[in-house]
């Protein structure tokens, strides 16, 4: 088991996961080319390999295997500065999955639009909603 902070990217129509998280849980790696382009379609990095990795909430029994593209980098700290968690009252109380969403902190796995449907599943399975 390996602690990483995640970002549910709804605007990325594929996953990401740090290089050095690989490496560190040692994930095969298959070979696959893909170009990755950012603001206005320009490529920015090649990268050449993809694993599958598992991801577990820290709080609950929720998990899911994503097929992720291996980078080097993935985005700055997130959020880029620090957020005042006491205009955030109606957050107390609640048991979060990142209890530091407010500190600046890097991503390493960016779970991509590929995947939210089977996220959204199980939060309506969750919340009683047929």
């Known amino acids: 088991r390996f602690t990483v902070r995640v970002l549910i990217d709804t605007e990325s129509t594929r996953s990401f996961l740090l290089k050095r998280i690989q490496q560190n849980l040692s994930i095969p790696l ?3 080319r893909c170009e990755i382009s950012g603001f206005g379609e320009t490529v920015v990095w090649i990268s050449k390999g993809r694993c599958y990795v598992t991801v577990k909430s820290r709080i609950s029994d929720f998990k899911i295997t994503i097929q992720a593209i291996v980078v080097p980098t993935l985005s700055h700290f997130m959020p880029s ?3 005042p968690i006491q205009n955030l009252s ?3 109380g609640l048991e979060l999955a990142d209890p530091y969403f407010y500190k600046p902190a890097a991503i390493e796995i960016i779970i ?3 995947y939210l449907p089977f996220i959204n599943c199980i ?3 969750r919340s009683g909603s047929p």
Do not use: L, P, T, Y
Request: hydrophobic fraction near 25%; proline fraction near 0%.
């Open 30 to 32: 298959e070979n696959h």
């Open 81 to 83: 500065r620090s957020i």
């Open 90 to 92: 109606e957050i107390k």
């Open 112 to 114: 991509g639009s590929d």
């Open 123 to 125: 939060a309506v399975k």
